[in-house]
């Protein structure tokens, strides 16, 4: 059955070892020309509100978003040696990112607060890029809230992948952000406590499942074969992208 796996990135795929906030610490003083006061605050929001709050904490008008976005890719291309030297992939991911990628009935991509030359970054850095349709994914640029992503991400998949309007989705996330996205849209969630929320908070937030990492790729799978036999979803508030 068909099915659209959406999967989160920093600290559901990779651990950054610290090099998002570098980079979002770099792209903030080569646009305000100082270091920023305190660290971004990230736990799965969008680029768009995390380079926002950084300006406005700091007391500075908030430059126009494209500015933002280039600081932002030049920080990131700069910072991918790092990535490769200190992050790792966790444990379990290539297996299930290779075994969603031979399901020619599935599309597998990303529902990520990263811009999506960051994402790119990210995957590329560890060889994950290959086995995800990145052209159909939803990146930190599209929107600012992470419910409105999946609108986005659904309309490129049907766009340039032909997948009809009720197929059903699943997020893949390491937040309570990742679940509030699809309890919202009406998607099903897979979470992974291998981020700094516990399983009780991801619970909490009323996730379908939570693992404790992607290791148990049979488990993972048999999850994941579950949802795509649920059929049409539920329509909600969030099924069309938002104009911006």
Excluded at 32 to 56: N, Q
Excluded at 61 to 74: F, M, N
Excluded at 93 to 106: F, N, P
């Amino acid at each position: 059955m068909e099915l659209i796996v959406l999967w989160d990135i920093d600290h559901t795929l990779i651990e950054n070892a610290g090099v998002s906030k570098e980079i979002y610490a770099a792209a903030f003083s080569s646009l305000a020309g100082r270091e920023p006061s305190a660290p971004a605050r990230t736990e799965g929001r969008t680029d768009r509100l995390i380079m926002r709050d950084m300006f406005l904490r700091a007391g500075l008008t908030v430059p126009d978003w494209p500015v933002i976005e280039d600081a932002l890719t030049r920080a990131g291309q700069e910072r991918l040696g790092d990535l490769r030297m200190r992050g790792t992939v966790l444990p379990g991911v290539h297996e299930a990112l290779k075994t969603a990628s031979t399901r020619s009935d599935w599309v597998s991509s990303v529902l990520t607060g990263n811009i999506a030359a960051n994402a790119r970054v990210k995957l590329s850095a560890f060889g994950l890029d290959a086995l995800l349709d990145l052209s159909v994914g939803a990146y930190g640029a599209d929107a600012g809230l992470r419910p409105e992503l999946v609108a986005v991400a659904r309309e490129r998949v049907q766009r340039l992948r032909g997948v009809p309007a009720d197929v059903p989705a699943v997020l893949v996330g390491d937040t309570p952000r990742d679940v509030e996205a699809a309890l919202a849209t009406g998607c099903a969630i897979v979470a992974v406590a291998t981020g700094i929320h516990s399983r009780e908070e991801l619970v909490a937030a009323g996730a379908h499942e939570v693992l404790p990492d992607l290791t148990d790729t049979s488990r993972v799978f048999s999850i994941l074969e579950s949802f795509a036999g649920h059929g049409k979803r539920p329509r909600t508030s969030f099924d069309r992208p938002q104009r911006r």
